[in-house]
């Protein structure tokens, strides 16, 4: 069993920043792939970033890539999304998940077994 906790959203104006954290819990983290979606009002979840089990590859939604960075610290059992460049079309609630064990295909929500509760990203213009 993993538990996800998602924190760092709020409000930001159209070009800041912000950083999003999610701390996981149980011992086989590091088996785990992770990954960010989000869901804005009337849209269906999609996917954001994700971050392979070992650390070894990162993969991005082409509406992100170049401004969001994540990353993983196995001894925090933790995962992080920078978010650079901020656009209204941003704003959405953020999730963090878990993959099941040695996940191989992590930019694909199929995978992911684990949720949180999501934490509210809004970006005003």
């Known amino acids: 069993q993993v538990q996800l906790a998602e924190s760092g959203g709020g409000l930001v104006q159209a070009g800041g920043a912000l950083r999003l954290s999610c701390a996981a819990s149980?011992?086989?983290?590091?088996?785990?792939?992770m990954g960010w979606f989000r869901q804005a009002p009337g849209k269906e979840r999609e996917f954001v970033a994700a971050?392979?089990?070992?650390?070894?590859?990162?993969y991005y939604a082409d509406s992100v890539k170049g401004r969001f960075t994540i990353s993983r610290d196995g001894a925090k059992n933790a995962i992080y999304l920078q978010m650079n460049s901020l656009k209204p079309e941003d704003t959405a609630v953020y999730y963090c998940?878990?993959?099941?064990?040695?996940?191989?295909?992590?930019?694909?929500?199929?995978?992911?077994?684990?949720w949180g509760q999501g934490t509210q990203v809004t970006v005003s213009s």
């Open positions: 149980g011992r086989t983290f590091g088996s785990r792939a």
């Open positions: 971050i392979s089990w070992n650390g070894g590859n990162t």
């Open positions: 998940a878990a993959s099941l064990p040695f996940y191989t295909q992590p930019d694909t929500p199929a995978g992911y077994a684990y």
